[in-house]
């Protein structure tokens, strides 16, 4: 559930529990971003013991580490393991022995006592297109809405070798792009020796890794970019030409009680020359509605960004209290308001893409094969097409129009 960490992290620990000899079991990655998002982790445990009713059910991730007593104290739980120990060979090899379902586990400790990320050397995703790429772990930024560190710790890095030899490794096994994941990969070699920049990083998985045909970046602090990774952005064609940003807001005043390290100006700076580098690019932003204290003119800041910074593919997330964080205990706009901010962001954002796919229509571009007759292009967009395809081939395609929010074509 969750975050592409999640689903990276997921790989790693079926292996490990398949090789602990586990079976008959389900593990449930939770996540912990919203309130929501914890209400649907306890609904997707309930609904596998309904579906599963002799099965080991495991809950870990971000929910589990922040809550362990509270899924633990769950009927359907067998055991519960922190974001540290579902990593662990013997916490697997320890839930393999539990026999009963009324012999609940659970092993979360101080994840702010973690002070390393291990690289772990995983074969492939399976059926999925691409392979995703963990490079750092934890965040060392409070952000005042923010719970995720008090389930990932600190920020902790993978070691440029561990890094390329586990790009090298998923290319080689069938997965042509790669996604490169974490918490907060801005921040990725701030507890390495040297501190280098994540530019660095990237350079080294471009330059020695063989037969890599895009690389993706997940969500980035537009703050923290580096000048070597601007660069890249702009100039390497194996970077995909989409970039996620944590924009969260597009008023100055509530970026500030967020506690983010940006401002709206600089977000729209960074667009700007993104843009004008690489006219292709397009941009993601995650977006919050209704954060404490945010009037109707702070609102209108952050819809008015949505074009001013060419924000395409937009993340909105009505804002969610989460005890524990400073913005829980400040004051509250009305739900009902947050709600139609909500809304009408989506709505901007619904706009603001088809009008993006539209400029996409008779251009023939490069893209990854998906299932049902898809393909994905850099700037993640996806063609349908008419031709059968073969999951993780890399095709050229022709654009050939738009039906909502897809584009249609042609093997070109």
Excluded at 93 to 106: G, H, K, M
Aim: charged share 25%.
């Amino acid at each position: 559930m969750g975050c592409r960490l999640n689903i990276a992290e997921g790989e790693a620990i079926t292996e490990l529990a398949s090789a602990a000899g586990l079976h008959d079991a389900v593990v449930i990655n939770s996540c912990a971003v919203t309130n929501e998002a914890v209400r649907q982790t306890r609904q997707a445990i309930r609904r596998t013991r309904r579906a599963e009713p002799t099965a080991k059910i495991i809950v870990t991730g971000c929910a589990a580490q922040i809550d362990a007593d509270q899924f633990a104290a769950m009927p359907e739980v067998d055991a519960v393991l922190g974001n540290d120990e579902k990593l662990k060979p013997e916490s697997w090899n320890e839930i393999a022995d539990i026999e009963t379902s009324t012999d609940t586990r659970v092993r979360v400790n101080d994840i702010m006592s973690v002070r390393q990320t291990v690289g772990h050397l995983i074969d492939g995703y399976g059926e999925k297109t691409r392979g995703f790429l963990q490079v750092q772990n934890g965040c060392n930024h409070r952000c005042t809405f923010c719970i995720i560190p008090y389930g990932r710790g600190n920020a902790r890095s993978a070691k440029i070798d561990e890094v390329c030899e586990q790009a090298q490794r998923l290319v080689d096994n069938g997965h042509k792009e790669l996604v490169v994941t974490g918490v907060d990969i801005t921040s990725w070699g701030e507890d390495l020796d040297g501190q280098p920049p994540l530019g660095a990083l990237i350079n080294s998985i471009l330059t020695q890794t063989k037969g890599l045909f895009r690389l993706r970046l997940s969500s980035i602090d537009g703050a923290e970019i580096d000048p070597t990774l601007a660069a890249l952005i702009s100039d390497n064609q194996i970077i995909a030409p989409h970039i996620h940003l944590s924009v969260q807001s597009g008023d100055d005043m509530i970026l500030k009680r967020m506690k983010r390290r940006h401002t709206r100006e600089g977000i729209i700076t960074l667009c700007d020359r993104l843009k004008a580098a690489r006219p292709e690019i397009a941009f993601g932003a995650d977006i919050i509605a209704g954060f404490p204290t945010e009037t109707d003119e702070m609102f209108e800041n952050s819809l008015r960004l949505i074009e001013e910074a060419h924000l395409t593919h937009l993340h909105v997330f009505p804002f969610s209290p989460r005890e524990g964080t400073p913005a829980a205990r400040m004051p509250q706009v009305n739900g009902n308001l947050i709600k139609e901010r909500a809304a009408a962001l989506r709505a901007a954002g619904a706009e603001a893409f088809k009008s993006f796919l539209d400029t996409q229509v008779g251009r023939t571009l490069d893209g990854v094969c998906e299932s049902g007759n898809s393909v994905r292009l850099g700037n993640y967009a996806v063609v349908k097409i008419t031709e059968p395809v073969v999951r993780g081939d890399i095709v050229r395609v022709k654009v050939e129009g738009r039906d909502g929010q897809l584009l249609t074509g042609s093997i070109g």
